[in-house]
């Protein structure tokens, strides 16, 4: 085979060499074989003991179903149930099998794919929607067929830390099993700079590339791979030369990473002395070693949802099961503060990968949305919140925020869960800071409002950028238009960083352009003084501040956001890392 490089978005820093290991297929990416003419019989067995189970399956949900269960739910599963009957599925699979002596898996997305197609013929709106519910019925079946369907291989250890992972798509949810696994790199068809996927990669600090079009069909299990993180670029069967080349840069950067090792123990100044506070963004409490090893003041976003994802149906992780998360973590940080963000869930971390999200989900029910259109769970979070706050500084962080009524609603039920463990004499810190992500265009333009009523702010550039731009971050055709540097942005984020040190509210920036050293300097010279990132970056950025002299980015980037041409301010961005 001959090598051949393809291009993609770079997501996650660095150089990684390796095997493909091509994940579980998706739904319509199976195996094809024929079927011999006595194991016929036999294969169609197969796909009847399939559709069995998930008729069983379909059976379970609905005795399962609780009494609040809203009635479309139980109306869902009886639309699939429905499909699962129909003749077009039960039937004419087990025939093409019987036919064309398709494999199971085979017939079935021969017939998934001819009636998704017969759908999109359909005028009638309603009905040309349902193919989708098709296509999750077809998926179910596969996913019987294929057992477990585990996304991951069953014996990774002994390759485990060559392997390169190579999907159509992973999500934040799935991206959470490798965490414990030796993988050296991922490479997704699909994806955005800042989708949560992205994110996970960034926090394992494992190169990564997304929106790499056609990777899982072009890259074949086995071959070797070299990801190259920062640029985006996946040479798949590399030359030895060229394989030697991408060797000597691995090498290269690991010797400056380890130089930055030496930076720790230096405090975090600029030149002309202005102490700047780096905190860490975390997944779960076990990650608050990699926050101390990068010498972080604290933590200042633990993404809470990565604690309620993978779990059985319905099963939400209990008060006790969080205060116990929660505590490792203020622990853990030894008298550093430790930033909660309550549940940020929808968009493109549901918490069930199967449920049916809205139309819009980045526009949906999410955040503090869902919270507060579930308050019981939320006062459970918050309750071990609070718990956990007699054990160490905790800060309460509330992401999505954009009306008035939702703050007062969310500091009512922080009040009523106040009061119920006072009434349990259950210790909190009643002094505890309550803060507001800044990340939606409307919550960045009226700022006081915010400023009246909560202790601090954070601002999520990741989805004020998504929200001001209009740009799904998952969605790799657009993400070409991902761009931190729009005048927009850079306006809502000086305007929000001037706002808020005017009003004396503490204010720091926890999306990913905090954890991009060329992006320091910038929110450096807005006066931006406490950055919150992926462990993996903090020693980066550090470097870059204590070479920063603000007496000299302040004025300069003055003179940035003066402008509202694209090329002027990519090329003074540039420049500022010169100065
Ligand atoms: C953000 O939006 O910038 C942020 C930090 O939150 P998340 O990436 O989890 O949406
Ligand atoms: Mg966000």
């Given at each position: 085979m001959t090598s051949f490089t393809l291009h993609g978005i770079p997501v996650s820093r660095g150089i990684a060499i390796g095997r493909a290991h091509l994940l579980a297929?998706?739904?319509?990416?199976v195996e094809h074989y024929l079927i011999a003419e006595d194991k016929v019989e036999a294969e169609v067995a197969r796909l009847q003991s399939a559709l069995a189970a998930v008729r069983t399956e379909l059976q379970t949900l609905w005795s399962e179903l609780?009494?609040?269960?809203?009635a479309e739910l139980g109306a869902f599963i009886d639309v699939h149930a429905l499909i699962l009957s129909d003749p077009m599925i039960a039937d004419v699979p087990l025939d093409i099998i019987r036919?064309?002596?398709?494999n199971a898996e085979w017939a079935l997305v021969t017939q998934i794919e001819e009636l998704s197609s017969q759908f999109e013929e359909i005028e009638d709106a309603y009905l040309r929607e349902r193919k989708a519910d098709v296509e999750q019925v077809g998926e179910r079946i596969l996913k019987q067929l294929m057992g477990?369907?585990?996304?991951?291989?069953?014996?990774?250890?002994?390759d485990g830390p060559h392997m390169i992972v190579v999907s159509h798509d992973i999500s934040p949810a799935d991206m959470l099993?490798?965490?414990?696994r030796a993988f050296s790199g991922f490479i997704t068809d699909v994806g955005g700079q800042n989708s949560h996927t992205a994110i996970v990669a960034r926090s394992l600090d494992i190169p990564a590339t997304v929106g790499v079009s056609f990777a899982s069909a072009l890259i074949r299990q086995g071959d070797w791979i070299i990801i190259d993180g920062d640029a985006g670029v996946v040479v798949v069967d590399p030359a030895p030369i060229v394989l030697d080349q991408y060797r000597d840069r691995q090498a290269r950067q690991l010797r400056e990473r380890k130089k930055l090792?030496?930076?720790?123990?230096?405090?975090?100044?600029?030149?002309?002395?202005t102490p700047v506070t780096l905190l860490a963004n975390i997944?779960?409490?076990?990650d608050c070693v990699h926050a101390l090893e990068g010498s972080?003041?604290?933590?200042?976003?633990?993404?809470?949802e990565f604690l309620f994802m993978?779990?059985?149906?319905?099963e939400l992780p209990t008060e006790e099961e969080q205060f116990h998360s929660y505590k490792q973590a203020v622990i853990a940080m030894k008298g550093r503060p430790v930033t909660i963000r309550t549940l940020d869930i929808?968009?493109?971390?549901?918490?069930?990968?199967?449920e049916q999200t809205s139309l819009n989900p980045a526009l949906g029910l999410r955040a503090i949305r869902y919270c507060l259109a579930e308050p019981q769970m939320f006062m459970t979070q918050l309750r071990a919140i609070l718990r956990a706050s007699a054990f160490g500084p905790i800060k309460l962080l509330i992401p999505m925020l954009s009306h008035a009524f939702e703050i007062d609603q969310t500091l009512a039920l922080i009040e009523q869960a106040k009061a119920q463990l006072r009434t349990e004499k259950i210790k909190f810190d009643a002094e505890i800071r309550i803060g507001a992500m800044i990340e939606v265009p409307g919550a960045a333009l009226a700022l006081p409002m915010f400023i009246k009523r909560l202790d601090f702010l954070s601002i999520g550039t990741n989805d004020l950028i998504q929200y001001t731009l209009a740009i799904?971050?998952?969605?790799h055709e657009v993400?070409?238009?991902?761009?931190?540097?729009?005048p927009s942005v850079l306006f809502l984020l000086s305007t929000t960083i001037a706002m808020a040190a005017k009003a004396e509210v503490p204010i720091s920036v926890c999306g990913e352009m905090a954890g991009d050293i060329k992006m320091t300097r910038l929110l450096l010279g807005m006066g931006l003084r406490e950055f919150s990132m992926h462990p993996a970056q903090l020693l980066s950025v550090k470097n870059e501040i204590l070479n920063s002299d603000l007496s000299v980015l302040e004025p300069a980037t003055r003179k940035i956001l003066r402008s509202y041409e694209p090329q002027v301010i990519a090329e003074a961005v540039e420049r500022l890392q010169t100065l």
């Open positions: 297929p998706a739904a319509l990416d609780p009494k609040e269960a809203p036919t064309r002596h398709y477990s369907a585990s996304l991951l291989p069953k014996n990774v250890d002994g099993q490798f965490r414990d090792g030496k930076l720790k123990k230096m405090p975090s100044v600029t030149l002309d002395g997944e779960f409490p076990d972080a003041h604290g933590i200042g976003l633990f993404r809470s993978n779990r059985a149906a319905n929808g968009s493109d971390k549901p918490i069930d990968e199967d799904d971050r998952v969605d993400a070409h238009l991902y761009n931190p540097l729009h």
